[in-house]
């Protein structure tokens, strides 16, 4: 039987493995075709073959090494990002093993590369004055900055990710008694997340200036269509950097639209909100991914502070009794 072609093996990939037998979602297949279409270039490069050309064997376990660094170094990419690509290409590599044994072997060494560990900051939101700030920067004396601040009031209310809150269609949202919005999330979670009466009232009034069918996006581009991912970090950027006239503490954050959520996370935890019922809002797998919030929040844990009684103990200051010891204190 004759062993199939590195082109074949990885269209099968994508059409059978993903789309069909995975049914992954548009944005899982779009991240591992960005990660195959840097790995191409790269391995053509390495290999002087076109990409048609390649072969399953040019794909060793060095070249998928060079190309890890390459995506750090040269695209200056984080550790995240190295791991999203190693995690595509892992997948293929499994796929391959499964189908063609003869390459069983070099699927394992490739399989045996490990993922980089890095650095877990704490997580940056606004605080109540900033939130204030960002939502008056919108002109609303204009189209664009009335859907502009209605799309923040919701992304801050809701905690919706980018994803969700650019994929909202004006069916999604249901107002009158009970106010709220319809999402399906990350694993295909539909979730519904309520509306306090403000912002539902905001919507109403938006639907209303959009006059728009059900099932047309929310909050649309000038051109009627749904607003990108990368429209929607501009438009946070672009009215951060006007809040941040008025609020100077907003100039030394990196906000996007992930940061919205968070600032939602931090404003339950802030008022009581039990983590579990937190992880359920933000649409959460696990109430350990939560725990994130708790350690960013200092007011908790200055108020944890305020429980502990100090120690009596008087403060000193250690003096050596000997002169050798005194000598090396003195180096």
Known sequence: MTALAFPTLLQRFFTERLCTQMEASPHTVASYRDTFRLLLRFASEQRGKSPTKLEVGDFDAELIGDFLLHVETARRNGARSRNTRLAAIRSFFRYVALSEPAWLLQC??????????????????????????LLAAPDQTTWVGRRDHVLLLVALQTGLRASELVGLRCKDVALGTGAHIRCVGKGRKERCTPLRRETAKAVETWLKEWRSGPDQPLFPSMRGNALSRDALEHLVRKHCQT??????????????????RHSTAMELLQHGVDQSVIALWLGHESVETTQIYLHADMRLKEQALSRVTAPTSKPGRYRPDDQLLAFLESL
């Open 108 to 133: 394992q060494r490739v399989l045996a590369l490990p993922g980089k560990r890095y650095v877990k900051r704490t997580v940056t939101f606004l605080d109540a004055s900033e939130i204030a700030a």
């Open 243 to 260: 809040a941040a006239r008025s609020c100077p503490s907003l100039a030394g954050k990196r906000i996007s639209p992930h940061t919205l």
